[in-house]
């Protein structure tokens, strides 16, 4: 179960912010073996001077157009699943919404199963 948040500068339209999930989601589905029915997601919006992000760390060179991909998820997947997973969300932002591959920045936070409750005050994988 992916718990993705999308960070963006404020001021994008409905349809692009939504372009961008629709887009994160089908890299997840296609490279990580998420269940097309399990999407959850948070889109959030931030001031220019509340998104800090050093313009070259990392060898690459970030714009103002900067998207941050955050997500949770069960840990287990391998080095080479993660890597083909960090190149599908780029080239599916890239088409859907044109943002430059240097302008996104994608984070993977691993958990164990214990640690979702999908409701219900239940531990669902536990």
Not at 10 to 39: F, I, Q, T
Not at 103 to 119: A, H, P, Q, Y
């Amino acid at each position: 179960m992916p718990f993705v948040k999308l960070h963006f500068r404020r001021g994008r339209s409905d349809e692009y912010r939504r372009s961008a999930a629709d887009a994160v989601h089908e890299a997840l589905v296609a490279k990580a073996n998420v269940p097309a029915e399990d999407r959850f997601q948070l889109i959030l919006e931030h001031d220019a001077e509340s998104m800090i992000a050093h313009p070259s760390y990392g060898g690459v060179l970030r714009s103002q157009d900067l998207i941050i991909v955050e997500i949770t998820l069960n840990i287990g997947r391998s080095v080479e699943v993660k890597k083909a997973l960090y190149a599908d969300i780029v080239a599916r932002l890239g088409e859907a919404i044109a943002v430059r591959p240097d302008d996104v920045m994608i984070t993977l936070v691993e958990v164990t199963k214990e640690n979702w409750s999908f409701g219900g005050g239940k531990a669902t994988y536990a």
